[in-house]
């Protein structure tokens, strides 16, 4: 006898319904996230709270251009000290051939810097449009890093993918 096809010889003791996999009445798996909810489909596509240096390094370089979604002052943070210290490196090493591989990396480094501050803007209900603030010396800059320093806003999540327009 299966207990996939409903004659199970034990009783039907399955609240909710013929499900063999006990995922529940959200259809989401038992040992994902809290409630029952399933697990978001993109993890990627959420903000990581509490991000390790390393994650965030990583999920910085994995999202290099993705200027939609949210990030969270730990994956924005850790990225920036990162960057700082690298650039700290460069600029007191007088060796030709670093100066040339810094140039490089700062390069490589201003697509991702870009989508990163746009997402972690999101994450406190702003455009990512708002870091052309930059260009306003001081005062700009100033208004970015307290925004960016910022405590999420749950309004953030209408920028996440999926969201309706009208949220």
């Not at 909710?16 to 038992?30: A, E, K």
């Amino acid at each position: 006898m299966s207990n996939y096809g409903g004659d199970n010889p034990y009783g039907s003791n399955d609240p909710y319904g013929s499900d063999p996999y006990g995922s529940g009445p959200t259809g989401g798996s038992p040992y994902g996230s809290p409630f029952g909810a399933p697990p978001p489909a993109d993890p990627m596509g959420q903000p990581l709270r509490g991000a390790t240096i390393g994650t965030a390094y990583s999920r910085f370089w994995k999202k290099y251009a993705v200027f939609s979604g949210r990030a969270s002052r730990s994956e924005f943070w850790w990225v920036y000290l990162i960057n700082a210290i690298i650039s700290l490196i460069v600029n007191l090493a007088h060796n030709d051939a670093l100066t040339i591989l810094g140039g490089l990396y700062s390069l490589a480094t201003i697509v991702p810097s870009l989508a990163l501050g746009a997402r972690r803007l999101h994450d406190v209900n702003r455009s990512g449009w708002w870091q052309l603030l930059a260009i306003i010396p001081i005062i700009g800059w100033i208004i970015l890093i307290v925004w960016w320093a910022t405590t999420e806003k749950k309004e953030g999540v209408r920028f996440d993918a999926g969201v309706p327009a009208a949220y």
